[in-house]
């Protein structure tokens, strides 16, 4: 009896290591980097398709072990100035991705488009690029974020909100208030001062110059 159940809690804790463990070179930003808040919008209704994404399980923020230092030296320059990093997304998996692409192919289902679309027709987020077949951050070198005023515990004002499909959106757009280009100064030149590469389309997506898997196309889940 003893012998039987030693063996089933041997299996239990083997399998949970199992589940736990991450591919070699990634890590938990909350390992590294703990203050940094999160809101990984994928995980709940909070996102342009409307309802939790698949491969998302549980609320918890994964990138490669190198980007996860690098967010770390980020964060640390930002709270010396009052500010905090807070990401809406990182590592993504492949089946996240084709879940977007089924998504954008039903024509019809346009149930968040007010709040992240609302002058795109959706039968045209493929050739604008807001949809694609692949995507850097399966690589699990880059992230979207965005700035926090600590004192108010409040997002800085960026000109668009996370993941809004629009020219507002774009790094050179101009209309802006002098306060909104001031704070996306902030956020992408202590990005690239610590080895991150804007895209020119979002404000709030970067990715890790020289990252370590950059032609691979990672699948595991989030939990």
Known sequence: MK?????????LLSTFITWSQLPKGFSYIRDVAPSIQRELRYCNHNNFVGVPIDGYQDDVLITSTLTAKALK?????????GYSLKIFDA????????????????INDTLMK??????????????????????????????????????????????????????????AFEKLTPQQKKNRALLQKTMVKHGFRPYKNEWWHFTLRNEPFPKTYFNFPIK
């Open 114 to 171: 007010s709040a992240y679309y609302p002058k795109i027709n959706k039968r045209h987020l493929f050739r604008l690029g807001y949809i694609s077949s692949k995507s850097g951050h399966s690589r699990g070198s880059s992230v979207d974020l965005t700035v926090v005023n600590l004192k108010t515990n409040k997002e800085l004002d960026m000109g668009s909100p996370f993941d809004f499909f629009g020219k507002s959106s774009h790094i």
């Open 73 to 81: 030296k980020v964060q640390d320059e930002l709270i010396k100035k």
């Open 91 to 106: 590592y993504r998996p492949q089946q996240a991705v084709n879940h977007f692409v089924r998504w954008a192919r039903v």
């Open 3 to 11: 012998v039987k159940t030693i063996t089933t809690i041997t299996f």
